[in-house]
């Protein structure tokens, strides 16, 4: 066998060596990876619907397409209250969408009634409206720039470090969520505009294109559950 024969040779079974070898390691790690993704997604769910989950209420899934699910209240089948979807976007980060868990209010109630707790009582749509509002949203997966954009994914302390170190601690507070988050719910996908844009929704300071994502990814997870309500 000549030089080029026996490089031939030579690359074939290194290639076929390595197959191997990333065979074996997807087998391994993909269930885990599978099992830490499901676990972030239920986290992310949770954290959406706070109320639900500090008053033990256990709202019960139907998948309606991919990434679409509805979430009925223990008894009711007829309805969902909510919908739980997910939603993506571009934002500084070109390479890593932002990806996000976003709650909507569902038929089962009068939207004021579904967002009760979720939003001041001047932020309650108009009695008997059903259109999908926003209960909230989670972040599920971004790498924005660390301080700033990733600030998206800042959680509220249950209590300031004055309160803290003077023992003055208020009762725990189920909703973490920081001012950037709060601020989209009670609202429509597409009515969301930053006010850099015309709109009245504050942006993270330094961030406007991080901002933006968000706001993107709401009204992708938005168009989402208006696809999978049309085929259903």
């Known amino acids: 066998m000549n030089f080029y024969g026996r490089l031939i040779l030579s690359l074939a079974l290194v290639a076929g060596i390595a197959s191997g070898l990333l065979a074996i390691t997807y087998q391994t790690t993909a269930p885990v990876i599978e099992q830490r993704e499901l676990e972030d997604q239920t986290k992310a769910l949770e954290n959406v619907f706070f109320l639900q989950r500090e008053a033990g209420v256990a709202l019960e899934p139907k998948p309606l397409a991919e990434g679409v699910t509805a979430l009925y209240l223990p008894g009711e089948s007829e309805n969902p209250a909510y919908y739980a979807v997910t939603g993506s976007a571009i934002g500084y980060n070109s390479s890593v969408p932002i990806s996000l868990m976003v709650g909507f209010t569902g038929p089962a109630g009068d939207a004021a009634s579904l967002l009760d707790g979720y939003v001041p009582p001047e932020r309650l749509p108009e009695a008997g409206s059903r259109d999908p509002y926003i209960v909230g949203f989670s972040v599920i997966n971004s790498e924005e720039t660390p301080g700033l954009g990733e600030k998206i994914k800042d959680q509220r302390p249950p209590y300031t ?44 300071t330094a961030s406007t294109i991080t901002s933006n994502g968000i706001v993107s990814a709401l009204r992708d997870a938005s168009g989402k559950l208006q696809a999978a309500l049309a085929a259903n």
Do not use: C, E, H, Y
């Not at 803290?164 to 719910?185: E, H, I, L, M, V």
């Open 161 to 204: 470090w004055l309160q803290a170190a003077t023992g003055t601690k208020p009762a725990p507070n189920p909703d973490s969520s920081t001012d950037f988050q709060r601020q989209f719910r009670g609202r429509l996908a597409d009515s969301l505009v930053l006010k850099k844009n015309g709109g009245d929704l504050d942006a993270i």
